[in-house]
């Protein structure tokens, strides 16, 4: 039956299913779509649904003419009725994968949608899953749950594969297509079906042996973009203290050309991936027994990065006669990085609320931003407005947290009392009001 599907592929003729049409799976419904795959978007959020089916896109990078493009091409639909599933033949499942209130994978996006689509699955069909999660996710947690919803056997009836998403949303020079795809399945035929699948949108495919190679990949990489995060914010504060410019140190050790790589350091980790991912693995490690101090240090390293901006906003503040109490302080960018409209886990807030704590009196600027949205550990923040920058002068105090390209970062030295850069964004400019947090 697999060879049916492997040729169904082959011939773009199967229909390729998207659950969560987030940052992660509606480029994947797009470049399905653009391959000639008939795709259907499924999401549990109707307004979504609508919108994408009037043609309008709600993420910033992903153009409104994209979505109509692949309208217009007629195979295409996004919905809400997962019952649809059962006219799938590849489905992908891209739903998140947060940490909760304890800090432990929550599975709970994973296992409810295994269990609305299994009573709709039919044999022969692929299930891929895309969400980033701990080692051993897709058969003991996915399989398990599909087969237990339906009359289904996982590698027999239905097949198996899991493949990480590695979108950097709003990175000019890599997109879906262009990133290669590392690819693992627990037998040779699903892992052939499930390359064919991603060979037709990606330009190179990276097969490995299992899924769970494939998910520990994901977990390799994020963890090593965290731990280098950390090194370079520790660099930051050691440098610091001895009076160097750790900007000017990280731009003079990118030019060997070999063995070395910038990171950057900034007021803490933000987003939906590098912050939570590495907690999978440390979560998932406790059952071996194996400690993973070198990813909890990191950790502790990168959220402690808050507390130290707060700190360098005191003393610049005090040098000025001030206090954090009655102060009025102006942040600039709350994305959790340049030139996006993703705030999620975005330390921006972390540090808003500890000068609120303070006293301080603190209003925002961010040009993809304008109002806060539903905050789950922020709630006095939710639906609080964005300030113009005309009003720029009338704050004892300018932080910048987000470079975001748009801002004129000369004028606001000129316009601001005081600039604490957390972002090394006014560079070149240099101005005694400019401190480097
Ligand atoms: N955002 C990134 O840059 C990125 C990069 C790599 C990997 N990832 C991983 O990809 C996964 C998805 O992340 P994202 O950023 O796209 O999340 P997202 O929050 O942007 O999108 C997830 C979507 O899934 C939908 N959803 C939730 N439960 C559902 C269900 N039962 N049925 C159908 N739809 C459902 C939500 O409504 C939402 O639209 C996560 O595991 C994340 O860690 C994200």
Known sequence: MINQLIQKIKDKEATVGVIGLGYVGLPLVLEFGKAGFPVVGFDVDQN????????????????SKSIEELLARGKQ?????????????????????????????????????????SPHMVKGQMVILESTTYPGTTWGILATELEANSSLKAGEDFYLAYSPEREDPNNPNFSTATIPKVIGADSEKELEAANELYKAIVSKTVPVSNTMTAEATKL?????????????????????????????????????????????????????????????LTW?????????????????????????????????????????????????????????????????????????????????NDPYIPVVGPKRDYPNFVGKKEVSLDKIESFDMTVILTDHSKYDYGDIVNRSKIIVDTRNA???????KIIKA
Not at 296 to 321: D, F, H, R
């Open 284 to 364: 998932k490690a406790r059952e071996y027994e194996v400690p993973t101090r070198f990813i909890e240090l990191a950790g502790e390293v990168n959220v402690s990065m808050p507390q130290y901006v707060v700190e360098k906003i005191l003393t610049a503040l005090n040098s000025s006669g001030k206090s954090a109490k009655g102060s009025k302080i102006l942040v600039l960018g709350v994305a959790y990085k340049k030139d996006v409209d993703d705030d999620r886990e975005s330390t921006s807030y972390k540090i808003m609320e500890m000068l609120v704590n303070l006293g301080a009196e603190v209003e925002f």
């Open 77 to 117: 639909e996004f919905t809400t009725d997962v019952t649809k599933v059962s006219k799938m033949d590849c489905i992908l499942i891209c739903v998140p994968t947060p940490l909760d209130k304890n800090r432990t994978p929550d599975m709970t996006y994973i296992v409810s949608t295994a269990r609305q689509i």
């Open 48 to 63: 979504k649904v609508d919108r994408l089916n009037q043609g309008e896109s709600y993420i910033k990078h992903i153009p």
């Open 426 to 432: 006014c560079a070149p400019i240099k101005s005694p």
């Open 220 to 280: 390799m990489e994020n963890i090593f973009r965290s731990v280098n995060i950390a090194l370079v914010n520790e660099m930051k504060i050691i440098l610091d203290k001895m009076g160097i410019d750790v900007w000017e140190v990280i731009e003079a050790a990118s030019t060997k050309p070999f063995g070395y790589m910038p990171f950057y350091p900034g007021p803490g980790l933000g987003g939906h991936c590098i912050p939570i991912d590495p907690f999978y």
